[in-house]
């Protein structure tokens, strides 16, 4: 069975720019949350969505949006991208709705100059 | 606010011994799940052990094990016979409602 998929792996922005990651979760799994990653912070809850509704958000400023297809797989949107937004952005499904075992992708790696 | 503190930016170990990384949380809940994930370096986040609240007994798997005091809101990770595959950042977790809550993680060094 394929693992999470998140594209693209690594990206460069400016300030100013917007930027989308997309998610495909494991086949099957329909919760599909994601975390801001940075160094010392650990990681930080953005949203999660379960069958296209997206059940919590965390502290995260409206710039940073989401959205789940049909078919469990998802995006995330940041827009007017601020140094500070630079980070490891992990995607993770699961199988249960509730609090079930998270199964990670590798993430993706934005840079903003 | 549910927070979960990992007081151990890093932590070393000799190879073959036994460490153990601490966690607490703060919650109001009674129904909640702890776990425990591995980073290693460049590679993806995989669970390496997972606690119910309602139960006392403490999960193991294999070499890890954890130490799960629910009144004290402790929640730490015992690495038997440490590997060179050990290394990695270790997240306490804690999840309720749908909704999880990592530590700042600890890494793991471990010396050959």
């Known amino acids: 069975k394929a693992g999470v998929t998140q594209t693209p792996r690594y990206l460069i922005k400016t300030r100013g720019q917007q930027v989308t990651l997309s998610c495909s979760p494991i086949?099957?799994?329909?919760?599909v949350s994601w975390y801001q990653q940075t160094p010392g912070q650990g990681l930080q809850f953005l949203f999660e969505?379960?069958?296209?509704?997206?059940?919590n958000k965390g502290n995260f400023p409206g710039r940073f949006s989401g959205r789940q297809f049909s078919n469990s797989r998802s995006e995330m949107n940041v827009s007017t991208l601020e140094l500070g937004d630079s980070a490891l952005y992990l995607c993770?499904?699961?199988?249960?709705?509730?609090?079930?075992?998270?199964?990670f992708g590798e993430g993706s790696r934005l840079t903003v100059l | 606010a549910q927070t979960v503190t990992q007081s151990q930016p890093e932590m070393s170990v000799q190879e073959a011994e036994t460490v153990t990384l601490s966690c607490t949380y703060d919650?109001?809940?009674?129904?909640?799940?702890l776990f425990w994930y591995k980073q290693p370096p460049s590679r993806q986040m995989i669970l390496v052990i997972r606690?119910?609240?309602?139960?006392?007994q403490n999960a193991t798997e294999n070499r890890f094990s954890v130490n799960f005091q629910k009144a004290a809101k402790s929640f730490s990770l015992k690495i038997s016979d440490s590997q060179l595959g050990d290394a990695a950042m270790y997240f306490c977790?804690?999840?309720?409602?749908?909704?999880?809550?990592f530590g700042t993680g600890t890494s793991l060094t471990v010396i050959p």
């Open positions: 993770a499904s699961s199988p249960t709705p509730v609090n079930g075992e998270l199964f």
């Open positions: 086949s099957g799994h329909r919760s």
């Open positions: 969505y379960f069958s296209e509704t997206q059940r």
């Open positions: 919650t109001s809940e009674s129904d909640y799940y």
């Open positions: 606690q119910e609240a309602y139960k006392q």
């Open positions: 977790a804690y999840s309720e409602r749908n909704q999880f809550y």
